[in-house]
């Protein structure tokens, strides 16, 4: 087919459309509803299936025999470090971080917020929690306290995922003491930090709700893939909040 004919097809019939769409993925239980309503009438896609977009991203790469295949690339000018992940790998640290923080009492449906500069434990951040269906916020690194307790008290985070610090050009961000003080700031307390220390400057002070990353995930058990419903929501975005109190 070509584009203009499955364009057409997509508008024209949808569910049609949709379906193959599904075929092509793996499910825990495939949609045999592909298209329906909730009671105010807003439509919901696959409401009857169950998948995990983790599982989607990685272990079925692995399972197809692609493990040894380069998944991940990180190259920072920054730091004038390059780095390559293979699928095995990235599987290995996200199951291993998604069991560390099974073990920390976070379960499906549960919060967090990762507030981390570019790096690749910040995607593994976000595919652990997709893993176990822990809901994640990306924070931008660096924000202000004040702007990271906002959303603290908005998502309600049972953790929060950082780092020691961050660098921009030629500076290095304190992203630690910010988070602490964000979390004196908010109304909720999250119940666990988990703080990645990239060890380029200062000596991080650990408070007691503090959990070191790396002691966390090499003392951890991979933990598997968590089915979750296909409208189960993955990560919450925030509005810049320039214009008002930041909406989820």
Not at 19 to 47: F, R, T
Not at 111 to 138: D, E, K, N, W
Not at 139 to 156: N, Q, S, T
Not at 171 to 179: D, E, N, S
Request: charged content about 25%; some cysteine; hydrophobic content about 35%.
């Amino acid at each position: 087919m070509k584009y203009k004919e499955i364009y057409e097809e997509s508008i024209e019939q949808p569910e049609k459309f949709w379906k193959k769409q599904a075929d092509a993925i793996d499910w825990y239980n495939k949609p045999k509803e592909i298209l329906s309503k909730d009671k105010n009438g807003y439509p919901l896609w696959y409401q009857d299936g169950e998948l995990n977009i983790c599982y989607l991203t990685l272990d079925k790469h692995v399972e197809d025999g692609y493990g040894d295949q380069v998944a991940f690339i990180y190259d920072s000018p920054v730091t004038q470090t390059i780095k390559k992940y293979t699928f095995s790998e990235v599987k290995t640290e996200v199951a291993k971080l998604a069991g560390g923080m099974q073990s920390l009492g976070m379960k499906k449906g549960d919060t967090a917020i990762i507030y981390m500069p570019m790096i690749p434990q910040t995607a593994f951040a976000m595919l652990a929690c997709a893993r176990i269906g822990v809901i994640h916020s990306v924070v931008f690194g660096g924000f202000a306290p004040h702007e990271l307790a906002i959303r603290i008290d908005d998502c309600k985070p049972r953790v929060i995922i950082t780092a020691s610090s961050g660098i921009e050009v030629d500076r290095l961000i304190a992203y630690k003491p910010l988070v602490d003080e964000a979390i004196t700031l908010a109304s909720h307390r999250p119940k666990k930090v988990i703080v990645l220390n990239r060890k380029l400057g200062a000596r991080v002070p650990f408070k007691k709700y503090d959990i070191d990353y790396d002691a966390l995930v090499y003392g951890s058990e991979e933990a598997p893939c968590v089915p979750v419903n296909s409208n189960h929501p993955l990560y919450i975005l925030y509005t810049s909040g320039t214009t008002g109190k930041p909406k989820g």
